[in-house]
């Protein structure tokens, strides 16, 4: 247990739609990262939260939107959803700001885009 | 674009043969991190490597960084089933950007 947790586990919807993933980063982690995992294209890097502020984007599409809380928990908003989404979607923690740190994977929440 | 290839895309041993998956970048890594990641799992942190020519061991898994910080290699010595899963690099490029760029993995399937 990575002390990562991350909510739905499974998530089915249609297209067209919208959803939330939500993600609790481990105690004291002050980054959170969220990532897709999908068979064809890897493990790809979405955007980086640090302390409430958008640090560092990847490939993130204009449909999808990040924020980070007070709290310091993290949702992804995926909307105009399309089959392509299909996916694994990870969050990651660190304790700090910068990629030398080692970065902590929640279980993920598998999407599926029917 | 930048992007950090691994080969093989997947390897199958006997259990008690070795194991070696490279990393390979088209650009300058600042820092190399493996992760490991068991079937149906998420994603564990295994290293870093950051210095030129670095070499680190954990038990039977040995990590190279190269002299020109491009590529990385791991190397399980006696793959144990225990060792089964996709083995990821992940590398920063150079300058300002923060990302971490992952590699395309390497599954490891171990017969006992």
């Known amino acids: 247990d990575s002390g990562v947790t991350q909510t739905p586990k499974h998530l089915i919807t249609a297209t067209g739609q919208r959803v939330t993933l939500r993600c609790s980063p481990r105690?004291?982690?002050?980054?959170v990262y969220w990532y897709q995992q999908s068979l064809d294209q890897g493990l790809q890097f979405l955007i980086q939260?640090?302390?409430?502020?958008?640090?560092a984007k990847g490939n993130i599409l204009e449909r999808f939107s990040a924020q980070q809380f007070p709290d310091l928990h993290s949702e992804l908003n995926l909307s105009s959803l399309e089959l392509g989404d299909s996916a694994l979607y990870f969050c990651?923690?660190?304790?700090?700001?910068?990629?030398?740190?080692?970065?902590?994977f929640g279980p993920g929440t598998r999407l599926t885009v029917l | 674009g930048q992007q950090v290839m691994q080969i093989p895309q997947y390897q199958h041993v006997q259990e008690g043969e070795d194991f070696t998956t490279y990393c390979n970048s088209s650009t300058t890594l600042s820092n190399i991190q493996w992760y490991k990641q068991r079937p149906g799992g998420h994603p564990v942190f295994l290293i870093q490597l950051v210095k030129s020519g670095e070499v680190k061991k954990q038990k039977r898994l040995t990590f190279q960084f190269g002299e020109a910080k491009k590529n990385s290699s791991l190397h399980i010595t006696a793959t144990q089933t225990t060792d089964v899963g996709t083995y990821f690099c992940?590398?920063?490029?150079?300058?300002?950007?923060?990302?971490?760029?992952f590699g395309t993995g390497t599954l490891l399937a171990v017969q006992p």
């Open positions: 939260y640090y302390n409430g502020e958008e640090r």
């Open positions: 105690s004291g982690d002050l980054s």
């Open positions: 992940a590398g920063r490029v150079g300058g300002a950007t923060n990302k971490l760029i």
């Open positions: 990651a923690s660190s304790v700090g700001q910068d990629s030398y740190n080692e970065q902590f």
